[in-house]
C-alpha cells in the first residue's frame, strides 16, 4: 500500500505571495489532518478534513485555508505569506479521525524570504 | 488545555543499552497515545498505538506503557542500535478526538 504522498517537497517562496501544499492520503483513509512544525513550537494542529467537510481547525489566523476533494485527496493554502510561516508542514492521514493510528507524509519544506 | 512533556530532551546511548524515554500528560481524559519517530528533515513514522484501554504496546525491539490515572507513558527501546538515532515524539488525542497533541520529543543518539 503507497504511504501518504506530499507535493511539492521544497518551495520558496516571497512575502506577501500566495502557496499551495497538497496531500494524497493512503488509499482507503478518509482524514487528512495538517500540521505545522517549527523549531520553536513544535508541531501545532492547523486542520482536519474528513469526507470533504473541515471537522476541526487549530489556532491558526485565517490565512491558512484548505480543503479536500471528494478522492479524500487535500489541498491547504496559506496567502499572504509572512516570514514566520517557514516550516515544514505534515499531512496525516487515517481511517477515520484521530482514534485512529495517524500516518504521516515526508512534509513539504516551506521557507519564506 | 492539554499539555504533553518528553524528559530528556536530548539523550547519549552507547550502542546495545536498553533506555526508556518519557512521556508525561495533564489531562488524563485521552483517547489514546500514538509514539512516533522523525529523522532529520523527514515526517513521522508511526511506532505504537496504545488506546485509552489499554496498558501497553509492543513492537520488536520496543514496548510503549500507559498510565492514565498518572499522566504517563514510557516507551522502552531494547538493544539500542545507531540506527535508532532519531527524535521521538509522543502524542495523545484527546477524547473530544479533535487533534494530536505533541510533545518537543526526545532526540536520541546511539553510537556506535
Known sequence: KAGVTQTPRYLIKTRGQQVTLSCSPISGHRSVSWYQQTPGQGLQFLFEYFSETQRNKGNFPGRFSGRQFSNSRSEMNVSTLELGDSALYLC?????????????????????? | ??????????????????????????????????????????????????????????????????????????????????????????AVTNQAGTALIFGKGTTLSVSS
Open chain 1, 92 to 113: 496525516a492521514s487515517s481511517y477515520s479521525g484521530n482514534s485512529y493510528e495517524q500516518y504521516f507524509g515526508p512534509g513539504t519544506r516551506l521557507t519564506v524570504t
Open chain 2, 1 to 90: 488545555k492539554q499539555e504533553v512533556t518528553q524528559i530528556p530532551a536530548a539523550l547519549s546511548v552507547p550502542e546495545g543499552e536498553n533506555l526508556v524515554l518519557n512521556c508525561s500528560f495533564t489531562d488524563s481524559a485521552i483517547y489514546n497515545l500514538q509514539w512516533f519517530r522523525q529523522d532529520p528533515g523527514k515526517g513521522l513514522t508511526s511506532l505504537l498505538l496504545i488506546q485509552s484501554s489499554q496498558r501497553e504496546q509492543t513492537s520488536g525491539r520496543l514496548n510503549a506503557s500507559l498510565d492514565k490515572s498518572s499522566g504517563r507513558s514510557t516507551l522502552y527501546i531494547a538493544a539500542s542500535q545507531p540506527g535508532d538515532s532519531a527524535t521521538y515524539l509522543c
